[in-house]
C-alpha cells in the first residue's frame, strides 16, 4: 500500500521507521519542515516526500499532527483523498471529533478510524524518533457504529505489524475521561513538581523517584495545552480529586496524626498492589 505519514516529528517520524522497518509498504511523508523532510529521505524510512497532489494516490493516510492541527488537517484535506482511503490520527483527544470526521469522511467514502499509541517520550521532534516505540505498547482504537470493520481491521492489522501489543477498543469519551487520568493528570504533575524552589538545590540529592517524577516535565507545551483544554472537564475532575487526597495526606502530617497518615498509605499500596498487579 501507499502510506501517506503527516506530520513527521516524535510518533510520526516513528511510525515512518517503524513501517520502513517491519513492512513492504510505499512509506511517503508530509511536513512543513523541509529539514525534516530531509532527515527522513536520508535514514530511508520515506521513499517519497508527498505534495498535495500525491494525496489522491494514497491508500492509507496517517495524521500525525497536535490536536487541533489534527481536525484542521483532515476537515480541509479529506476531499482530496481518494475512494475508499483509510484515514486514522494519533492525536490524544477523541470525543466529539470521532463522530465529526467519521461523518465527514463518509461524504467522500473515505473511512476515519480513531486512534491513540500509548507511547511516546519526554523529548519530541523526527531526531528523538524511534523505529522500536511502539514494541509491546497499547494501541487505543475509537471505533463507532458507522465506523467501517474492514477499515478498522486493517488499522489493527498495521499497528500489530509494527510492533504494538495489546489492541484496546474503546468509545471515544470515555477514552477521554481515562486519558485524563493515566496520561494528562501525570503531566500536569510532574510539570507542577518541578516548580519547587528546591529544585535549585536537587544535584546530587536524587535517585528513581526524582527521575520519575520529573521526566515528563520536559514536555511539548503546545501539544499538552491544546490537549488539557480540549479535554478541560475530565481533567479538571482528576485534579480537583488528586488535590483533594493530597489535603488530606497534608492535614495528617501537619497534625502529627501517623494513625490517618499509616491509613492513607496502606491504602494507596493496597491500590497500587492489586488494581495494579499486572502492569499498566
Not at 508530509?30 to 523532510?37: A, E, F, P, Q, T
Request: hydrophobic residues 40%.
Amino acid at each position: 500500500m501507499n502510506i501517506l505519514v503527516v506530520g513527521l516529528g516524535l510518533i510520526g517520524g516513528s511510525i515512518c521507521k517503524a513501517l520502513s522497518d517491519k513492512t513492504t509498504h510505499n512509506i511517503w511523508g508530509y511536513d512543513r519542515d523541509k529539514s525534516v523532510l530531509e532527515q527522513a529521505l536520508n535514514w530511508g524510512c520515506i521513499s517519497l516526500v508527498a505534495n498535495e497532489n500525491d494525496f489522491n494516490k494514497a491508500d492509507i493516510v496517517i495524521v500525525c499532527l497536535h490536536p487541533i492541527a489534527t481536525r484542521s488537517f483532515m476537515e480541509s484535506h479529506i476531499p482530496k483523498f481518494k475512494n475508499n482511503c483509510i484515514i486514522f490520527d494519533v492525536c490524544g483527544i477523541k470525543g466529539q471529533m470521532v463522530l465529526d470526521i467519521t461523518e465527514s469522511a463518509l461524504e467522500y467514502n473515505v473511512h476515519y478510524i480513531g486512534t491513540h499509541p500509548m507511547a511516546g517520550k519526554e523529548h519530541s521532534g523526527f531526531e528523538f524518533s524511534d523505529k522500536d516505540l511502539f514494541k509491546n505498547a497499547n494501541f487505543i482504537v475509537t471505533p463507532i457504529d458507522k465506523t467501517d470493520s474492514n477499515a478498522l481491521n486493517t488499522v489493527i492489522s498495521l499497528a500489530e505489524q509494527i510492533g504494538f501489543g495489546a489492541i484496546i477498543k474503546s468509545d471515544p469519551f470515555e477514552h477521554d475521561s481515562i486519558i485524563a487520568y493515566t496520561s494528562q493528570l501525570a503531566h500536569i504533575v510532574s510539570s507542577a513538581y518541578v516548580k519547587s524552589p528546591t529544585l535549585k538545590k536537587e544535584k546530587g540529592y536524587t535517585g528513581g523517584s526524582f527521575q520519575d517524577m520529573t521526566r515528563i516535565a520536559t514536555l511539548n507545551e503546545d501539544m499538552w495545552t491544546d490537549l488539557f483544554l480540549l479535554n478541560k472537564e475530565s481533567l479538571v475532575f482528576e485534579i480537583d480529586m488528586l488535590m483533594h487526597n493530597l489535603k488530606l495526606y497534608r492535614d495528617a502530617i501537619s497534625e502529627n496524626d501517623s494513625d490517618k497518615l499509616k491509613e492513607y498509605l496502606r491504602d494507596s499500596r493496597i491500590l497500587k498492589e492489586y488494581n495494579l498487579k499486572d502492569g499498566v
